[in-house]
């Protein structure tokens, strides 16, 4: 399935499908999660813009459109936002990315609570379109939950208004991640070799298909 909008603001869809789904596999496939970056290489205003537009055009339960954003791409501004980030936490000991790995943006995700009550999974579906959109622009991210919200709240200035969902962190991946299957011990615990290199466990497909 193809969809474009077109000039008159109509979404046109058709049923072309040729090669999709390998193409929309080996996109997840890239899509990892990267918390080491080349900090060096910037990310554009209008990048983000278009990651965003992407969450725009997605899914949303009643269809919404509660979430705001806050898009940073400063070093000043960056700054402002990692010291409220939890970083991979069965890494024990690994206190996040340091200076020079860091992320070269973010884009904050806010639930409007004069628009609904309840964001629902609408922050967890923008965070996948926009990090895919980010692969498909040869960057990478996080999706970050783990935020000290109160913090952020006060450093960025964000009204009370905003409800923070999610932190996604971008640049240009500066590690090498792969994905592994769980072993019969069951442990889903991320690791990182002696090479640097992050390994994922990721369930077998049997296990999760259960009738
Ligand atoms: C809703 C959500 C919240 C997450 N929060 C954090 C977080 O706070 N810190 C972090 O380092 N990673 C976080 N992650 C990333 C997960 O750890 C990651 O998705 C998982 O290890 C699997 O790796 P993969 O994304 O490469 O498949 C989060 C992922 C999701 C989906």
């Known amino acids: ?3 474009e909008i077109a000039a008159c603001r109509q979404v046109v869809v058709s049923n072309d499908s040729q090669g999709g ?3 929309i596999r080996d996109l997840i496939l890239r899509n990892r999660s990267y918390r080491r ?3 060096e290489v910037d990310i554009k205003p209008e990048m983000l813009r278009e990651l965003v537009d992407l969450a725009r055009l997605s899914a949303s339960a009643g269809n919404m459109q509660p979430l705001k954003y806050i898009l940073s791409c400063e070093p000043e ?3 402002l936002i990692f010291p409220h980030l939890a970083w991979a936490r069965y890494l024990t000991g690994w206190p996040g990315p340091c200076e020079g790995e860091r992320p070269s943006a973010y884009i904050i995700v806010l639930g409007d609570t004069e628009i609904s009550g309840s964001f629902w ?3 967890g579906i923008a965070a996948q379109s926009i990090l895919l959109g980010a692969a498909e622009r040869g960057l990478g991210g996080c999706m970050i939950a783990s935020v000290d919200k109160e913090g952020l709240r006060k450093a ?3 009204p009370t208004r905003y409800e923070v969902l999610l932190v996604l962190a971008l640049g240009k991946p ?3 991640v792969v994905l592994e299957t769980v072993g019969p011990g069951g442990d889903i615990k991320y690791w990182r070799d002696g090479e640097g290199v992050h390994h994922v466990p990721k369930r077998p497909l049997d296990d999760i298909i259960i009738g």
Do not use: T, V
Request: hydrophobic share 35%; net charge negative; with cysteine.
């Open 1 to 3: 399935m193809q969809a």
């Open 121 to 123: 999974c609408d922050h």
């Open 21 to 23: 789904l390998e193409m």
């Open 174 to 176: 500066g590690e090498k």
């Open 77 to 79: 501004r960056n700054s």
């Open 156 to 158: 960025l200035e964000i």
């Open 37 to 39: 970056f080349d900090e």
